[in-house]
């Protein structure tokens, strides 16, 4: 019941707050905003290039360059060029993308070629300074230098477009998702126990006949619960910005995976957070001041964030990492995200986590007794 | 039963000093007897003063008694419960007041009747009849629903002591009630100690201001460096002197004998 009525407070005060409800959903909108503009900076001119190509001699080749052209949304269009010096001009004023010259008879003379000096010649003229006359110079030198050879070589990538982007997603987003986690949870646990300890407002309860360790979970638990709508918030706003970051769809970006992983996703992100709010927690109890205590926090902070990197340096760890808290998260995010996580291993990580914050929030409801910390001078 | 609802018995609290505080304190000791083997104790429906100067001992021994702190050494009953052995129950029976202890402005004086209340266990219905009451009696009703924050100090203070009660303790303890507070303030919490005790309860406070002793106290105990040096009836305690000469001249012969 009294565990009830410090829960209740803790969340009354968040909710009845308008500026502290705006104030956690606000990183998530400035994210999609900022990571949206980013995105269409990065993609948006790329789009659509409709190259006028002057063209001299002749060759099938054009033909492959217009399909593979086409393969891309670009199309091209050959210009006879009569004249060749007329024609430069034209690419150096960037009226036109580019001049190909093909020496006479190129298709036979290729055809013919027997190892000996090459008997045809293709000359392209283009200006790299131009985007689209680059863009088209890389195409087409890539059509003619497969060009009737003896063989060809097959590239046959096999990622597909979700393996591809997991991996940046699995690098970056356990990152992210334990930054934005801190980040949210900071101010408010700051606020709501060295806050109220240095105002004076914590003694208050502690005059109170409430236990302890009903005290620490009171307000850990709410806490948390606010402190993931802030991170929720954050995290929708990567996922919604994050396609026009890297210039495609939502669902080709995350629509590969499963039920089972977004859930397992899910009890991961679920499972670091009580662990972050119950460690700044901590801090915030020891501290004497709100200002020692972002001091503290600031330390906790590189240490998470270390944590959620490492597994990007460390190659192959081994199953010891899922009894280090966070850092097993990260890894088992990471995990799911390449598709390879056993269900033990995410369970194991989550269960290392609870166990983890309850043991922090024992330690909280311990400093709470303590007269040293709590009345001490 | 007797009617001594609090008593303490030979109480010791011992602190260790950081550097800090050995510099302030002009000494090289590590230990500081804060609170030397103190026994007093307050009557039933009475208003009991702890009258001693700074550093006398009268946080530490009233902390102690609301259970905040624990003694090294004697044992003190409040209501009928040890502070040591029961401090749990000794909280249910006790209204702890002093100055660092705040509200959180954010909340209004309603909220936080109904919150302190719970953290009571004080049943929904009897508390509700409580807070009419208490709202009523003390004028706070008029700002029931105003953040705390927006209060004037008096107003703050009156829902202050409001909330000390809302579990209807027998005992109120209240370390320095007037301290820092302006006259008019001052007057609400005076005016608010006697209404305590036309309602029956019993009060123990501390001060340094022999003024207050005079107009609220029933009996005074006085201590110096954590010793009572004598406690009695105010009558009693200064004969024919004012407390002020009564107090100077215990304390002259005490440092005389320590000298
Ligand atoms: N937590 C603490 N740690 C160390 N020393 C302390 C602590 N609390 C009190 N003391 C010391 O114990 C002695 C008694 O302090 P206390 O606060 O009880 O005195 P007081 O009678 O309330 O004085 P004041 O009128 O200044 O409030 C002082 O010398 C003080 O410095
Ligand atoms: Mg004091």
Sequence with gaps: MKLLAIAKKEFARFFRDRRMVISMLIPGLLIFILYSVMGSALWDEEEHYQFRVYLSGESLATEQITSLAAASDWSVEYLPAEDIAAAEAAVEEGEATALVVFSPGFDEAVLAYDGGTAGATVEIVYNSSAEDSFAFYTLASNVLSNYRQAFYVLPSDRADETSLFSSLLGDVLPFLIVTLLFSSAMSITLESIAGEKERGTLATILVTPIKRSHLAFGKVLPLAGISLIGAISSFLGVMFSMPKLVGMSLSGLVGGYGFVSYLLLFLLILSIVPVIVSAIAAVSTSARSVKEASGYTSVLMIVVMLLSIVTGFVGEMGPWVYFVPILNAVAGMQAVLYMSISLWQALAAVAVNLVFSVLLVFLIARMLSSERIMFGK | ?259
């Design chain 2, 1 to 259: 039963m007797t009617d001594e609802i609090v008593r303490a018995e030979a109480l010791r609290k011992t602190f260790t000093l950081s550097r800090k505080q050995q510099k302030i304190e002009r000494t090289s000791e590590r230990r500081k007897v804060a609170v030397d083997g103190l026994s007093f104790s307050v009557h039933s429906g009475e208003i009991y003063g702890l009258l001693g100067p700074n550093g006398a001992g009268k946080t530490t021994t009233l902390r102690m008694l609301s259970t905040l702190i624990s003694p090294d050494a004697g044992d003190a009953t409040v209501a009928g419960h040890s502070i040591v052995h029961e401090p749990q129950a000794v909280r249910d029976h006790i209204g702890f007041m002093t100055g660092e202890l705040k509200l959180e402005g954010f909340f209004t004086p309603d909220y936080l009747f109904d919150f302190f209340g719970a953290l009571h266990g004080v049943e929904r219905e009897t508390l509700a009849l409580r807070k009419r009451e208490l709202f009523s009696r003390f004028g706070i009703d008029k700002f029931a629903e105003v953040r705390v924050q927006d209060l004037s100090t008096g107003m703050r203070q009156k829902v202050s002591l409001v909330i000390a009660i809302v579990h209807d303790p027998e005992v109120v303890i209240f370390d320095e009630p007037t301290n820092g507070l302006d006259v008019l303030t001052a007057k609400v919490v005076t005016d608010f100690l006697l209404e305590l005790r036309r309602m029956g309860k019993s009060v123990l406070l501390s001060t340094h201001i022999f003024s207050l002793v005079e107009k609220l106290c029933d009996r005074v105990g006085i201590i110096v460096d954590g010793r009572m040096v004598q406690d009695g009836t105010l009558a009693a305690v200064c004969g024919q002197q004012t407390l002020e000469e009564r107090f100077f001249a215990l304390y002259e012969e005490l440092k005389g004998e320590v000298v």
